[in-house]
């Protein structure tokens, strides 16, 4: 069975037609599944040792320094670089852009526990905040983080967001899509909903480790309506060795490392694009 098993493997993946159409269904449906599987199996990060850092849950540093959390946990994702200030340090400098931008309404698209949609929302007060995430752990967390930070009424919380639900949120004047939908962003981001989005500031986080044409394709679709820059991601160990704060001042570099890492599989990328003027 295992021999009549590879020999139609091998005839498969020799055959074009036959492997675009694995690729397209099978594979990337097997690969989305293994992704599912792993964020659901490391969904709620707990940290029991946090409160030595951080003994009063509260953000130290960077553009949302003062949020507090409820209790040592994230979803998806590492609790104490969130709490540290340092977690996608990358992006400081166009969140402090953002933060200094008085948007009528902001989109959150895989909102996890609230970090960026509570974050932004202290931050821009004029906003009303639309955050979204499929998980309803992560719905849940938003909403406590919310309320302790008291920006609850200002924030509305749904499930799965998809172009529909882009196009029918009620902007009022300059809006801001935030997205980091774990690949999922080429099936959302289609020609009209970019269409749609062109008077609006929008940063995707890409996952091409999902679909290696991800970003690729987002670009080819935002080019003509928005000026497009891209931040790339920084590696755990540049990391340790760049990164300097006060709390990490008594650990060495393997320490370092292990508390300021955010686990990404590859070098990542952001694309902040902001809308093209109109010429007269």
Request: net charge positive; hydrophobic share 40%.
């Amino acid at each position: 069975m295992k021999s009549f098993f590879k020999k139609l493997v091998s005839r498969v993946v020799r055959n074009d037609r036959l492997w675009k159409i694995l690729d397209s269904t099978v594979i990337r449906a097997s690969q989305y599944a293994e992704l599912t599987r792993r964020a659901d199996q490391q969904r709620v990060v707990i940290d029991p040792a946090i409160h030595k850092f951080f003994p009063d849950l509260r953000v130290e540093h960077g553009p949302f320094r003062g949020l507090k959390y409820p209790q040592a946990q994230s979803i998806n994702s590492a609790l104490f670089p969130k709490l540290l200030g340092s977690y996608e340090r990358e992006l400081e400098q166009i969140l402090e852009k953002i933060c200094r931008t008085k948007y009528s309404e902001i989109v959150d698209v895989g909102c996890a526990e609230g970090y960026y949609a509570v974050g932004l929302a202290l931050r821009i007060p004029s906003a009303k905040v639309f955050a979204y995430d499929s998980d309803p752990a992560a719905r849940a967390m938003c909403q406590e983080l919310a309320d302790l930070n008291g920006v609850r009424s200002r924030i509305a919380i749904g499930s799965f967001c998809d172009g529909e639900t882009l196009q029918a949120i009620p902007f009022t004047r300059k809006g801001l899509i935030f997205s980091d939908c774990e690949g999922y962003e080429k099936e959302l981001f289609t020609p009209e909903v970019v269409s749609f989005l062109s008077p609006h500031d929008v940063l995707i986080e890409t996952h091409d480790l999902v679909d290696i044409e991800i970003s690729q394709e987002i670009r080819r679709r935002f080019k003509t309506t928005h000026v497009i820059t891209a931040v790339q991601s920084i590696d755990d160990i540049t990391k340790a060795h760049t990164y300097s704060y006060e709390e990490l001042r008594n650990h060495n570099l393997s320490s370092r490392k292990i508390l300021l890492a955010e686990d990404r599989a590859v070098i990542q990328e952001w694309l902040f694009m902001t809308p093209r003027r109109k010429k007269r």
